[in-house]
């Protein structure tokens, strides 16, 4: 439960100074929201691995290679374990087992021969359209019926919320 009424009735973290029940039962039903997109994320997330049989780091590689194929840049192992923020030995047992799945292929870089070019094959590609490219098309229509101001206004809010993790570090945050 979200709603500050419940849990902090003395509003010794809560203030709802200048708030009547109404505004607090708007604020819960949009934090309620908030909590339900965060599960329906990732149920579908879920959903996407479990089709494609990869975990989330592997995703998050497809996604990346995908991007840079459709930018005609070229995708490399270190350009990925940089992406990922994981190590080159991490990042060649993923490939190793991306490329035994099927899922991508290496080849010599097109510029630099000390390097190799990762891809993804156009199996996994339509693959990956048709599940997680088909779920961001429904998230991206549901912006886009915003109209610019709102949409202003939800990135100002969701913006406010991603700055509450810098407030939440420390022992008062945990």
Request: charged share 35%.
């Amino acid at each position: 439960m979200l709603d500050p009424r419940l849990l902090d009735p003395r509003q010794e973290i809560v203030r709802r100074t200048g708030m009547d029940d109404q505004d607090v039962d708007q604020v819960v039903r949009v934090l309620q929201g908030l909590r339900d997109w965060r599960e329906a994320e990732r149920r579908m997330s879920e959903a996407s691995r479990r089709y494609m049989k990869l975990g989330e780091t592997d995703m998050r590689t497809l996604r990346f290679v995908i991007a840079k194929q459709h930018r005609g840049e070229t995708a490399t192992p270190g350009a990925i374990a940089a992406h990922l923020g994981i190590t080159s030995a991490s990042t060649t047992k993923m490939l190793d087992r991306l490329a035994e799945a099927g899922h991508i292929r290496r080849l010599p870089h097109p510029s630099d021969r000390r390097s190799l070019a990762v891809e993804v094959t156009e199996e996994t590609r339509e693959i990956a359209m048709k599940s997680v490219g088909r779920d961001h098309a429904h998230r991206f229509e549901a912006a886009a019926r915003l109209s610019p101001e709102e949409r202003e206004v939800v990135m100002r809010f969701l913006g406010d919320l991603t700055s509450t993790e810098q407030q939440s570090i420390g022992p008062a945050g945990l």
